[in-house]
Structure formats: structure tokens, C-alpha cells
């Protein structure tokens, strides 16, 4: 799919202890959230035809390319959904439709004196990845096809597998379906520069206006070796979302399934 056009958006503190394990819980000290388990705001990790750091198309499909500075990396495991925006005549969001989603590894480094979220999660191409395949959302609420989809990663070194992130259920975000996409909305209308986050409704304007959007909804938790071990050169990532009532345990590639492998380099 042609991902070009398409603002890429990422939720951050969507998924219990997931900030505290990567150590960024720190960052959002001083954010406030209407709820003690809200996210803590949205981020920009493309923002087509910008000419900052930004505007580069950063998502691959089978590669992952880490800086070529020293950089503690970690796979960010998480369902990508590919939403229409409307926008009423004063260009302000009104309504996001979910259309699809895929696996997406939003790949982090953890960069110290980083003053934005978004400058440790693009560094060149293929800094991200996304699945092989899209599955069709046929409604964005209980009761849809996202009902019965789980979340797990892997990864590969040294031809040991290793879970990276815990195995999760997508009913397991903490905002998900209408109230996360409410909660869309009004961040990019109204969410400011203020600590980690910045002003997307400006991005949108410098961006003109995008039609569609594509959020990244959270990284899951941490297994252990994903909390204690950065990626290197030659390991493999998987990120991989399944329904659960399929009988097909080996996470080979079925109608069900999306995948996402990259190799490291």
C-alpha cells in the first residue's frame, strides 16, 4: 500500500508499564491526563512533504536499519489502523474512519537529552516496519473483527527465538475503539508544544491537509528479554497479530495472521 501521502501517528502510554519499562515514564512527568489511565498524547513519526528529519518515508517492510551512531534500539510492538480524516470548512478534525490495520514495529532508540518523542523514532529509511498484509476493519467497536485479534513479538539472534513483548489481547489497550478515536480527535485539534509532544494541528496545516492517517495505538509491555536486551545487527523481528480462536499455534501465514519480519542491519 502507498503510504506516501499518509501521515504517520504514534500514541504513546496506551498500554500499561510499557512506559515505565523503557524508561520514559520520566518524559511525562508534567503532562496531565483527564484519566489516571489515559494515553499521554500523540506524536508524529512522518509528516509528508515536510522538509524536517520527519518528511524522510521511514517504514519498511522487511529491513530494519539501525543509526549508524551508537543507539540502544528496542522493537515497539504495535497494530497499526489506517484512518480517513474528516475535516469540517475550518480544517479542524471532526471524524476519524477506520479503514484497516497491520502490524507496525515502531522502533525506538533511547536517546538521552532528546527533547520531542519524535526525535527518537525516525532516523532514515526503514527506521519503522509494517505488516505484510492488511485486515479490513469492518466496524471500530466491540463486537468487530478487532474483537478476537491478540498481539505478540519475537525476536531471533543467534538462532535462538526470544518473545519481546508480552503476548496481549487489542482489548487490552487502555483507549481503544470509540473512545480512542474521540480521544484522536481532539488531540490533533488541540493537543500543544509542551514537553515530549507537539502541536499536530500544525503538522496537519504544514502537511496540507492529509487525507488519511496512520496511528501506531501503543507498544505492549515488555517480555524480559525485550526489556533488557537492545537489538543488534543481524536479529530478526517478528511482530505478529493473530485471532486467537484460530488453531494454527506455529504462526505460519494463514488469512488470519499478519506479519511482520525484518531482518537488522
Not at 128 to 155: P, Q, R, T
Not at 172 to 193: A, C, E, P, R
Not at 225 to 251: H, P, Q, T
Request: proline share 3%; aromatic share 12%.
Amino acid at each position: 500500500m502507498q503510504l506516501k501521502n499518509v501521515i504517520g501517528l504514534g500514541v504513546a502510554g496506551n498500554f500499561a508499564h510499557h512506559l515505565e519499562q523503557a524508561g520514559e515514564l520520566e518524559d511525562f512527568k508534567d503532562v496531565v491526563t483527564q484519566t489516571a489511565d489515559a494515553p499521554k498524547g500523540i506524536f508524529p513519526f512522518y509528516l509528508p512533504g515536510s522538509e524536517s528529519f520527519l518528511g524522510l518515508y521511514s517504514i519498511g517492510t522487511d529491513t530494519l536499519t539501525l543509526p549508524t551512531y551508537e543507539a540502544n534500539a528496542q522493537v515497539e510492538p504495535e497494530i497499526a489502523v489506517l484512518f480517513d480524516i474528516v475535516y469540517n470548512d475550518a480544517h479542524e478534525v471532526i471524524d476519524l474512519d477506520a479503514k484497516q490495520f497491520t502490524t507496525f514495529n515502531d522502533c525506538t532508540i533511547r536517546k538521552e537529552g532528546a527533547k520531542k518523542i519524535s526525535e527518537k523514532k525516525s532516523w532514515g529509511e526503514n527506521s519503522k516496519g509494517i505488516g505484510d498484509k492488511w485486515i479490513a476493519i469492518d466496524s471500530f467497536e466491540e463486537g468487530g473483527v478487532m474483537d478476537n485479534y491478540h498481539l505478540c513479538s519475537f525476536v531471533k539472534r543467534e538462532g535462538m527465538v526470544y518473545p519481546y513483548g508480552v503476548d496481549a489481547p487489542l482489548l487490552g489497550y487502555s483507549y481503544f475503539y470509540t473512545q480512542l478515536k474521540h480521544w484522536l480527535i481532539d488531540k490533533m485539534n488541540t493537543q500543544v508544544d509542551f514537553g515530549p509532544l507537539e502541536n499536530i494541528a500544525e503538522h496537519l496545516k504544514a502537511c496540507k491537509y492529509p487525507k488519511q492517517a496512520l496511528v501506531s495505538i501503543g507498544a505492549t509491555a515488555y517480555a524480559e528479554f525485550g526489556e533488557k536486551n537492545y537489538l543488534k545487527d543481524d536479529d530478526e523481528v517478528y511482530v505478529i497479530a493473530y485471532d486467537r480462536r484460530s488453531d494454527d499455534a506455529d504462526f505460519t501465514a494463514s488469512s488470519t495472521k499478519v506479519i511482520l519480519h525484518q531482518k537488522v542491519q
